[in-house]
């Protein structure tokens, strides 16, 4: 069964520095989303992503977020200087433009942990 | 805008029995999606129920069902015959048609032996 993955599933870094955290979409999917978890909080939207641009991005997702989706099957959140608040959960999912369920999938998340 | 609201933070049922987790929602919108996900300790969250706001049947998933009801803007989900598996986080979520989801704070579910 196909499946979104993400890399790394754990991420240390400085604060103050940049860090790339990479979604493979399952193959067909056509809308693509961020969101993000802090520990034992909700999970909250990042932003949304189709044809090539994005089409939603919440109050969080601020000139320290981008997202890019490179070479047609990888989607990339950057977070250019890391603060100490963006240690979460970062989860991937994606959609298929066919689905009448609009069922997102998710991939397993990236822990980011900055110190 | 759409809010997402679970009332119980932490419950607690026996093993074998049956539970309920509350979920309340507001909304503008005539159409729309409703889910019900699971976030074990991996973390992973993953896709319990689902529910089209136009269908007015019940989903049910083997041992899972919700409780929906349109006008009260409410939507449950009922755990049967819990077993110690289903001890995890729950979070209910909104969606629009081809939109983001909005979640609840979540219920976190012990199933005790």
């Known amino acids: 069964e196909p499946e979104v993955t993400q890399t790394p599933s754990h991420q240390v870094t400085q604060m103050g520095q940049e860090v790339i955290l990479r979604c493979v979409p399952i193959?067909?999917?056509?809308?693509f989303y961020w969101y993000r978890q802090i520990l034992g909080q909700k999970v909250e939207f990042l932003v949304s992503?189709?044809?090539?641009?994005?089409?939603?991005k919440s109050e969080i997702f601020d000139d320290q977020f981008s997202v890019e989706r490179p070479d047609g099957s990888n989607f990339t959140l950057k977070i250019r200087s890391t603060k100490l608040e963006d240690s979460a959960m970062y989860f991937c999912?994606?959609?298929?433009?066919?689905?009448?369920?609009?069922?997102?999938?998710f991939g397993p998340g990236t822990r980011l942990t900055v110190l | 805008a759409q809010t997402v609201t679970q009332s119980q933070p932490e419950m607690s049922v026996q093993e074998a029995e049956t539970v309920t987790l509350s979920c309340t929602y507001d909304?503008?919108?005539?159409?729309?999606?409703l889910f019900w996900y699971k976030q074990p300790p991996s973390r992973q969250m993953i896709l319990v129920i689902r529910?089209?706001?136009?269908?007015?049947q019940n989903a049910t998933e083997n041992r899972f069902s919700v409780n929906f009801q349109k006008a009260a803007k409410s939507f449950s989900l009922k755990i049967s015959d819990s077993q110690l598996g289903d001890t995890a986080m729950y979070f209910c979520?909104?969606?629009?048609?081809?939109?983001?989801?909005?979640f609840g704070a979540g219920t976190i579910l012990r199933v005790k032996s």
């Open positions: 999912a994606s959609i298929s433009a066919g689905d009448s369920y609009n069922e997102q999938f």
């Open positions: 193959s067909n999917h056509l809308y």
């Open positions: 992503f189709y044809n090539n641009e994005i089409s939603e």
């Open positions: 909304t503008s919108e005539s159409n729309y999606y």
């Open positions: 529910q089209e706001a136009y269908k007015q």
């Open positions: 979520a909104f969606m629009e048609y081809g939109n983001k989801l909005v």
